[in-house]
């Protein structure tokens, strides 16, 4: 079946523009994460969410970042005033959400180049 | 704070020699481990997991690791490299059983022909 997709697959935009990257869920999928990827950083957590429950924004670096999921389904996540240091690889992951600990699919991810 | 360590951000092994890749956690609860793979353009794909079972965990493409509590490690090993392992790998702890996922800085993984 279909995996989780995420578009734009690379985004080139200019300090201080904002930027939505989005995530498709595989379908049936409850639980959706965002994470980032980075030189220098790694892989960092940034939010989860899970069915109706308020989500866990304890990995959002900054009051620019910003995610919603409209739908249990779809999520957008959002960065405004874009800085170079937000340059990263965007990765998206569902699950289940049926239990734990569960296997996250993760996404292709978004290339963002803020420059 | 839980924390994956990764020793050797690069590794180069022959082709059909042992692969070893190094992961030691800090927990203060009983985790669990995870080690995903990422080819190169890729997305990330879960190799094996320890969910507090068998501490030697079977994964796919061969690869095995066993999780030790008394040396808190969880090394990923498989007996004969491919050509097709060359990815980087990622070692992940989800602490106490919750979704988030905390992972270590990634070993890129050579194989040589």
């Known amino acids: 079946g279909a995996g989780v997709s995420q578009s734009p697959s690379n985004k080139v935009t200019e300090k201080g523009k904002d930027v939505e990257l989005r995530c498709d869920p595989i379908?049936?999928?409850?639980?959706l994460y965002w994470y980032r990827q980075s030189l220098g950083q790694g892989l960092e957590f940034l939010i989860y969410f899970q069915g109706n429950s308020a989500p866990d924004k304890s990995g959002l670096p900054s009051d620019r970042f910003s995610a919603e999921r409209t739908g249990g389904s779809v999520s957008t996540l959002t960065i405004q005033r874009t800085q170079q240091e937000d340059s990263a690889v965007y990765l998206c992951?569902?699950?289940?959400?049926?239990?734990?600990?569960?296997?996250?699919?993760f996404g292709p991810g978004t290339r963002l180049l803020v420059l | 704070a839980q924390s994956v360590t990764q020793l050797g951000s690069h590794v180069s092994v022959s082709e059909g020699a042992l692969v070893l890749l190094r992961c030691n956690y800090s927990?203060?609860?009983?985790?669990?481990l995870f080690w995903y793979v990422q080819y190169p353009n890729k997305g990330l794909q879960l190799l094996l997991k320890?969910?507090?079972?068998?501490?030697l965990v079977k994964g796919i493409n061969g690869f095995e690791a066993e999780f030790k509590k008394s040396e808190t490690s969880f090394h990923l090993t498989k007996p004969s490299a491919h050509m097709s392992d060359a990815a980087e790998y990622f070692c992940a702890v989800s602490p106490g059983g919750g979704n988030k996922l905390v992972f270590g800085a990634g070993t890129i993984l050579r194989v040589k022909s």
């Open positions: 927990s203060s609860v009983p985790p669990y």
């Open positions: 379908s049936g999928h409850t639980a």
């Open positions: 992951a569902s699950s289940l959400g049926n239990g734990s600990p569960e296997t996250q699919y």
């Open positions: 320890y969910t507090s079972a068998a501490t």
